[in-house]
């Protein structure tokens, strides 16, 4: 009896140990995939909580939307490179998302993908395809289900370039339309166009330009849509038609100008970070000749995101400070429910959980998932403290 109560009494010293030393251990919060196998993460791009609790994330490099358990487990993959339907033609370009039945993931490609959305079932199973009846060349970058089995969708379309001296700057146009359960564009909410490419040829080998408009919306539960082009601290209501119904003032700081300094680091980024060096010499040139900034500002807002309790969680664009990334809670009034600054990027709240990621010391992209316990503000004000576990 003595020995046996002497053996609790050391488990529970040792469990008050852990719980010390290693506070994770009681913590609900873990890393997403390993270092090998099926379960790695080489580089996860959009990280989303499915309608079955399990954790859905696309892994680019793999081409595969890979599925966790709602503990970090892998359970399966689904996609994979591939010509044929329920696989992915452009690695670089994969949005997904669940119908609104909450039965199946569907995701689309962009330019040089396949021209259509792609249905899986949750299982990992394809289902089927919905082919798309456009007129021009077009390309679908990210889509939200509607109730009636249509979609809402952001379409791009191909850039227009246009002379300036001797190079061509592209304007590239971008909609958010309507597309019915059949396929067809019914109607087109609000559209844009702006110059984000500069090339030395008409057609082809373009570079991106920096501190472009960013161009971010959401569509919020009432069906009205929030859009901004990051150059103002006041979001646009739309209606399902397009008209202006309304606005909502953030207290984001104004946009900041972009200084020659700004410019020449850029050149000075892109140019170390092309792999591509053959390429980069023939054609990378045009670089010098943009000598001044056609956006006179930097994006004062780099993403926008609906939270499950109907509220706005909005990044910082360019003018982040050097400590980390900042983000806004924000409710439609446009009332600051919490702000924090991290060190990580793709912040996102889902209905049990809080994503981010971040990199490692090796430069590794990581997913950190953190359970959700109480309000929003609340989570991220949790966060905010963890960060030191990233």
Not at 3 to 32: R, V
Request: proline fraction near 4%.
């Amino acid at each position: 009896m003595i020995k046996e109560e002497f053996e609790m009494k050391k488990a529970f010293l040792i469990a008050i140990t852990l719980f010390l030393i290693y506070p994770c251990l009681a913590e609900d919060y873990f890393y997403l995939g390993d270092r090998e196998g099926e379960a790695e993460l080489i580089s996860p791009r959009q990280v989303t909580e499915g309608p079955d609790g399990n954790i859905y994330v696309y892994d680019q490099l793999t081409a595969f939307i890979k599925v966790f358990s709602p503990e970090g487990r892998f359970l399966r993959k689904m996609g994979g490179k591939g010509q044929g339907p329920g696989e992915i033609q452009r690695m670089d370009g994969v949005s997904f998302g669940f119908t609104y039945d909450k039965k199946r993931l569907f995701f689309t490609e962009f330019f040089g993908g396949h021209r259509w959305i792609t249905f899986m079932e949750l299982t990992g199973k394809f289902h089927n395809v919905l082919k798309l009846k456009m007129k021009r060349n077009y390309a679908i970058s990210y889509a939200i289900s509607l109730k009636d089995g249509g979609f809402l969708a952001e379409a791009s379309f191909p850039c227009d370039s246009k002379r300036k001296k001797d190079y061509f700057l592209y304007h590239c146009p971008r909609a958010i339309v309507k597309i019915s359960p059949e396929g067809e564009i019914v109607s087109e909410i609000l559209r844009t166009s702006h110059v984000e490419r500069i090339s030395m040829m008409r057609d082809g080998a373009d570079l991106p330009i920096p501190f472009v408009l960013v161009s971010k919306w959401v569509r919020l539960k009432d069906g009205s849509i929030v859009f901004t082009e990051g150059l103002s601290s006041v979001l646009k209501v739309y209606d399902s038609n397009g008209k202006i119904t309304g606005e909502i003032k953030i207290p984001l700081p104004e946009p900041q100008p972009v200084t020659p300094e700004d410019l020449e680091k850029w050149k000075k980024n892109y140019e170390d970070g092309i792999r591509n060096k053959v390429w980069f010499r023939r054609f990378g040139k045009v670089l010098d000749k943009y000598k001044k900034s056609i956006y006179e500002k930097k994006p004062n807002i780099g993403a926008i995101s609906l939270t499950p309790g109907n509220n706005l969680l909005i990044a910082s664009g360019l003018n982040a400070s050097i400590k980390g990334n900042q983000f806004w809670l924000i409710d439609l009034s446009g009332r600051t429910l919490k702000k924090i600054e991290i060190n990580g990027y793709n912040l996102r709240i889902s209905e049990h959980f809080v994503f981010i990621k971040f990199r490692d010391e090796d430069d590794n992209l990581l997913v950190f998932c953190m359970k959700r316990k109480g309000k929003e503000a609340e989570d991220l004000d949790r966060l905010e403290k963890y960060q030191v576990r990233f």
